[in-house]
């Protein structure tokens, strides 16, 4: 083995043992956490925006969110919700459990219900990266093509929901949804895909109500 | 300085050493090469089936696409160009210059004038990486949202041209043209910004007449 291949290992492993913390912290306080990951621009903070703002007067909500720089996106969805805090990574490509920690003191966690963490924009990445989620969410939009899932197995074999965002744009771009729905059953046979748009409202129930779901089986 | 640290500084510096002699090799035989980078789904094949087509009698063309799995890409393009070599990386989330060496073995470098490199689906990773290119391009489509640059301020300032594609959808999504450009000219005040839909043809010529001032500049 290569001193390349054992020091991916080692901070790999040192990652998993840092997000086993995280879990039993966030899981002894009830707290249903979704790692949301998509590449950039398919419209994860949008949607989040939108998330914030329908279910704010419903439960307890914080998000934190990852970027190489700018504050950008926590100012976006600050005006939905009191508890947002931005992660800075500079030139990493992922989020990674440390991070997690440091930005969940900065967060009062008694007052969470439901907790994002808005993942660096990477359909790569941060797969490998246990950050004591519940749930992962792969979120693609029909901008980017039908190819997408077939293209990125891991985060669709790894994902408890698959989210199709921007079908309002599927009249204006070459996309087989057939193609998109086939490669990601390939990959993944139980996670629900939902279709939505953020920007005309159409298929956001269905989120709402998984989210719903995951929290109420969370508290069970 | 942490074991890791000096580990991924290993890895660069063994990455720039190939690369300087991939740069050897190709400038020797006065190959313009091309490093394209952009997210998932902002149309770098679809960009280069279209420029392949378009220059195809004019000038002879060679093509290494990465991915991490599937020859979709390489089929896509092959049927406009006799040299397309499709690389999988894995779970290797860019291509390195060690990946370009191998794939040079399967192009017959006799028959290039304009080598084109499509880096894998991603506007983080790919950057740091020297594959012994001329120029690396930065793409970016207007359905990913304007603040794109901002928020990958690594592959803008590097950028030889920046691209942005899609702007057939620019009357279907938001997008402020000003807060793109500002972003973009207070990290890179030199590269061409060339607008253009690979589905409508807006725009193509200025990126052929780009790279074909590229090519005579490398011949001159």
Known sequence: MTREVMVVENVLRVNDELARLLREKLTGRRIFTVN????????KTALLEKTLE???GEMKLAVMVGDLTTARD???????????????????CHLEANHVLQALEKIDLGNVDLLFIENVGNLICPVGFDLGQDVK????SVAEGDDKP??????VAEASALILNKVDLLPYVPFRKEVFDQDIRRL????????LSVTSGAGLDAWLDWLRDGLRKKRA
């Open 137 to 140: 969410v792969g979120m693609f």
């Open 188 to 195: 993944n046979n139980h996670a629900p895909v939902l279709e």
């Open 36 to 43: 949301l990951i998509g590449a950039p621009g398919c419209g």
């Open 54 to 56: 329908m279910l704010a």
């Open 74 to 92: 926590a100012q976006r969805m600050s005006q939905w919700c009191p508890q947002v805090v931005q992660i800075n990574t500079g030139k990493s």
């Open 150 to 155: 077939a293209k990125h197995p891991y985060i």
